[in-house]
């Protein structure tokens, strides 16, 4: 795969500019963010601070000019590549940030994620609006000793250090200004045949969209991409609550018929692992254990698609995840407590707690083609914005 060294805008005020995401945070959290002038999520989150009227891309266009302008952001004339560290608690992930081909999507930066148009339309607006892309699309390859090696390198001072809560995070970037060290990475990466969407689906969409509407060669036919090894990724269990059970009267018996052995807990929370769900309801605790999975089907023997198939389609009629009301998520970050206080005093009725899906099933789904089921995965740490944009 190529990766190319390119000429970023650098943050200069790293503690107020970084931020979460786009879309890991509601409205509301966005205007708390937004509430600083120096905070970057008034640019990736302009309907936080738009007026009636406005067209929320170009306040996102106005924003980053201002930034620009006052020197928040100040470019980097000499194209670089950048390592980016984040140590969460005793996990620690190194990866390389550099810019990626859009032509390379989706034979060789593969996906295992479904993307929405609307969501596309609106990433691929925003980035034709700012001329830039402002955040990074989170990608994985196969992990090379040769590559570790070269991200390991003493480079000295880093040219941010900043950390961030729940959870918290230190975070740290190192600029590499070295032509031949450069020139040694970007020929080690030559190795890897592809690359894996990890999180940013529909930036990368959106971006390899705009490639194709500009048309020609330039910046803009590359996109900013933070990569990490596979085997240094943490994914945690995204976990699911439901509203209601419709008119389910003895759901214990119907989960049985539908394949599981069934284990009550008496007050202990249960020990989670492949193919074994945690199931709370009506202050009780169970182990679910799902019987006769056919491990070779890379998609059907996925923890989250069992319990789709089996319990949330088949005996609560929940159809679609994406958009039934009845079906709610909580991100892998959150424990047992958070479940137990949906279902005790948020007024769902259960909680399904998940165990993490691997990140070798991740590339094994997307090497064949396939899609995973919506909220498969919850990587952590999540990446954070607003220190490094990438501009065309």
């Known amino acids: 795969m190529f990766v190319k060294p390119f000429g970023g805008l650098e943050a200069q005020d790293i503690d107020r500019m970084n931020c979460p995401p786009y879309d890991v945070v509601s409205l509301e ?19 936080a601070i738009s007026k009636p009227g406005e067209d929320i891309y170009e ?50 930066i593969k996906r295992h994620e479904l993307t929405r148009k609307e969501k596309e339309d609106e990433r691929m607006k925003h980035i034709l609006a700012s001329r830039a892309h402002t955040e990074h699309v989170f990608l994985i390859y196969r992990s090379m000793k040769e590559i570790k090696k070269l991200m390991r390198i003493d480079l000295g001072n880093h040219l ?59 910046e803009w036919s590359y996109f900013m991409a933070t990569i990490f090894p596979h085997d240094e990724l943490q994914i945690l269990g995204y976990h699911r609550i439901v509203k209601d059970l419709g008119d389910r009267s003895d759901f214990l018996k119907d ?49 989250v698609s069992i319990l789709q198939e089996r319990i949330l389609d088949k005996i609560l009629g929940i159809k679609d995840p994406r958009t039934d009301p009845r079906l709610d998520f909580i991100g892998g970050i959150n424990g047992l407590a958070d479940l137990k ?22 590339m094994e789904v997307a090497d064949k083609n396939m899609i995973m089921p919506p909220k498969s995965t919850w990587f952590e740490p999540k990446l954070r914005s607003g220190f490094l944009v990438h501009p065309f």
Request: aromatic fraction near 12%; include cysteine; charged fraction near 30%.
């Open 29 to 47: 959290e966005a205007k708390r963010f937004a509430a600083d002038p120096h905070s970057f999520m008034r640019i990736i989150r302009p309907d």
């Open 341 to 362: 206080k949906a279902v005790d005093t948020n007024g769902y009725k259960v909680a399904f707690y998940m165990y993490p899906t691997k990140v070798e099933s991740v």
């Open 255 to 303: 989960i049985k018929e539908a394949g599981f052995d069934v284990k009550k807990m008496y007050g202990v929370s249960p020990k989670l692992s492949q193919h074994t769900i945690g199931m709370y309801m009506e202050g009780e605790w169970y182990a679910l254990k799902a019987m006769d999975v056919d491990d070779s089907d890379p998609i059907n023997a996925l923890d």
């Open 160 to 218: 941010y250090n900043f950390k961030t809560k729940d959870p918290d995070t230190i975070h740290d970037v190192y600029r590499i200004e070295d032509n031949a060290l450069i020139e040694d990475i970007v020929q080690a990466f030559q190795a890897v045949d592809d690359f894996y969407i990890a999180d940013g689906h529909h930036r990368a969409s959106a971006s390899v969209k705009v490639a194709r509407e500009i048309g020609g060669t330039g």
């Open 59 to 108: 306040v996102a266009a106005r924003e980053l000019n201002r930034f620009i302008d006052e020197k928040l952001f100040v470019k980097n004339e000499k194209p670089s590549l950048y390592i980016y560290s984040q140590k969460m608690d005793s996990h620690v992930q190194t990866g390389l940030i550099a810019c990626v081909p859009a032509s390379a999507y989706p034979e060789h």
